[in-house]
């Protein structure tokens, strides 16, 4: 009879734990950065290149793990070529160069990692820095918000045709390929005329494009960049950019799930940044009003600024807002985490406050952790009307303050942290097997 009573406690326990599972903020059965993402990655050394990448790849190329390949300068895969790279496989982006890759509308890139053997991109430099190369470049065939059917990159590359620079059409399903558990490591270069390149930047990108499992990190530009298409978005991690994480335009049409973004005062740009921007063009006359604005729905985010000392960080004007929502967008984001941040949203001072407006940006099951405030238009002190409406019990949205040892399962791991949320000492997990 005892050992049966044991039995039942134990099955219990398990039942118990799976209703517990914390359904806000980065989730899952386990911690999903494990084993492919490197929090530390200056400390990696892969070695001298043995195969050189550079001007066009105009037919099939398949990358091999047993190389370690040197983008120098700016290398472009064009005429419908598709270019391959096999788990494991190491590309540096070369600093003298500021090598970069770019897959032309119509070609593909095939990256398909896996969880114990990502690919990497990264700095050729023994002492790797922010900055050191370019970055990486996909564009499709999906519509933007853009005049004519077609937009070029601005990034300063110099491509021998601009139809390799060019993105944008018609096709909502549009495939450029696959990437999925990829790492992208001190991307970023800055260019006199056209400022930084991002880590990852994806233009006119089609539903069948296949976006997963991506981490970018200690970029000096952008981590991740979306300019129009209809891209599904799921497990990203972006560490330490400079500037924003997150940065949505032209008419993107977009599904961001399950992601996280980790911002340190101390590397962020003087500039500010923040985790996530919205916006749906730069100057509106060269948006076409008939096309469609920028539309994002994110769920399961982690947005978390890491600070030492948050309130001193806030004081000297370090730590700026986590999501700043522009004016003609229209951004939701349901059962997330924002922590940490000064305050956690800015409305555009455009943005005029009534329904119509509000019902395009919504907050729903959110939690607000350890913010100088929740939710502001741009250049007014006082938010009470906002307050009161995100406030509302029908959002369901918590505010909270916490450091972060006490919300996260492990935040302060510098090898294998855990952002997963805790609450009241239950981890964000359903997996009773799970340690």
């Given at each position: 009879?005892?050992?049966?009573?044991?039995?039942?406690?134990?099955?219990?326990?398990?039942?118990?734990?799976?209703?517990?599972?914390?359904?806000?903020?980065?989730?899952?059965?386990?911690?999903?950065?494990?084993?492919?993402?490197?929090?530390?990655?200056?400390?990696?050394?892969?070695?001298?290149?043995?195969?050189?990448?550079?001007?066009?790849?105009?037919?099939?190329?398949?990358?091999?793990?047993?190389?370690?390949?040197?983008?120098?300068?700016?290398?472009?895969?064009?005429?419908?070529?598709?270019?391959?790279?096999?788990?494991?496989?190491?590309?540096?982006?070369?600093?003298?160069?500021?090598?970069?890759?770019?897959?032309?509308?119509?070609?593909?890139?095939?990256?398909?990692?896996?969880?114990?053997?990502?690919?990497?991109?990264?700095?050729?430099?023994?002492?790797?820095?922010?900055?050191?190369?370019?970055?990486?470049?996909?564009?499709?065939?999906?519509?933007?918000?853009?005049?004519?059917?077609?937009?070029?990159?601005?990034?300063?590359?110099?491509?021998?045709?601009?139809?390799?620079?060019?993105?944008?059409?018609?096709?909502?399903?549009?495939?450029?390929?696959?990437?999925?558990?990829?790492?992208?490591?001190?991307?970023?270069?800055?260019?006199?005329?056209?400022?930084?390149?991002?880590?990852?930047?994806?233009?006119?990108?089609g539903r069948e494009t296949v976006i997963q499992n991506i981490m970018v990190s200690y970029c000096e530009g952008n981590s991740f960049e979306i300019l129009g298409g209809e891209p599904f978005l799921m497990q990203l991690v972006s560490f330490r950019s400079?500037?924003?994480?997150?940065?949505?335009?032209?008419?993107?049409?977009?599904?961001?799930?399950?992601?996280?973004?980790?911002?340190?005062?101390?590397?962020?740009?003087?500039?500010?940044?923040?985790?996530m921007v919205i916006k749906s063009y730069d100057d509106k006359e060269s948006s076409n009003s008939t096309k469609k604005e920028t539309r994002v729905h994110a769920e399961n985010l982690t947005l978390v600024n890491v600070s030492d000392n948050l309130e001193?960080?806030?004081?000297?004007?370090?730590?700026?807002?986590?999501?700043?929502?522009?004016?003609?967008?229209?951004?939701?984001?349901?059962?997330?985490?924002?922590?940490?941040?000064?305050?956690?949203?800015?409305?555009?001072?455009?943005?005029?406050?009534?329904?119509?407006?509000?019902?395009?940006?919504?907050?729903?099951?959110?939690?607000?952790?350890?913010?100088?405030?929740?939710?502001?238009?741009?250049?007014?002190?006082?938010?009470?009307?906002?307050?009161?409406?995100?406030?509302?019990?029908?959002?369901?949205?918590?505010?909270?303050?916490?450091?972060?040892?006490?919300?996260?399962?492990?935040?302060?791991?510098?090898?294998?942290?855990?952002?997963?949320?805790?609450?009241?000492?239950?981890?964000?997990?359903?997996?009773?097997?799970?340690?």
């Open positions: 009879m005892m050992r049966i009573t044991k039995i039942a406690l134990v099955f219990l326990c398990a039942i118990t734990t799976a209703s517990a599972q914390q359904e806000k903020g980065i989730n899952g059965y386990s911690n999903w950065l494990n084993n492919w993402t490197d929090f530390r990655p200056s400390q990696k050394d892969f070695g001298e290149p043995t195969q050189i990448l550079s001007g066009n790849i105009s037919e099939d190329t398949k990358l091999t793990k047993n190389n370690v390949y040197l983008l120098l300068g700016d290398v472009f895969v064009t005429d419908n070529a598709n270019l391959v790279i096999e788990p494991g496989t190491v590309i540096l982006g070369d600093f003298k160069t500021k090598g970069s890759l770019t897959i032309s509308r119509g070609s593909k890139i095939i990256a398909d990692g896996t969880s114990t053997d990502p690919i990497i991109f990264t700095s050729s430099r023994s002492v790797k820095k922010a900055g050191d190369w370019g970055g990486l470049f996909i564009l499709g065939n999906a519509p933007t918000n853009t005049f004519g059917n077609a937009a070029s990159l601005e990034f300063g590359l110099k491509p021998s045709s601009f139809d390799y620079i060019s993105y944008g059409g018609s096709d909502t399903d549009s495939n450029s390929g696959v990437l999925r558990y990829v790492r992208v490591e001190f991307a970023g270069k800055r260019t006199k005329d056209f400022g930084n390149f991002n880590g990852l930047t994806l233009a006119g990108i400079n500037q924003n994480d997150y940065e949505f335009n032209y008419g993107t049409s977009c599904n961001i799930l399950n992601s996280l973004a980790v911002r340190s005062p101390y590397v962020s740009s003087p500039y500010g940044s923040r985790c001193s960080d806030i004081e000297v004007g370090l730590v700026r807002e986590a999501i700043f929502v522009d004016k003609d967008t229209s951004f939701s984001i349901d059962k997330s985490v924002i922590s940490g941040f000064n305050p956690a949203v800015i409305f555009d001072a455009g943005i005029k406050i009534n329904n119509d407006n509000l019902k395009k940006i919504q907050f729903t099951r959110t939690y607000f952790n350890n913010c100088n405030g929740n939710i502001f238009v741009k250049g007014y002190s006082n938010n009470d009307d906002l307050e009161s409406w995100y406030g509302s019990r029908a959002f369901n949205n918590v505010y909270s303050k916490g450091p972060d040892s006490e919300t996260f399962i492990d935040a302060q791991s510098t090898k294998r942290p855990d952002y997963r949320l805790r609450i009241n000492k239950i981890i964000a997990s359903n997996d009773p097997n799970d340690d």
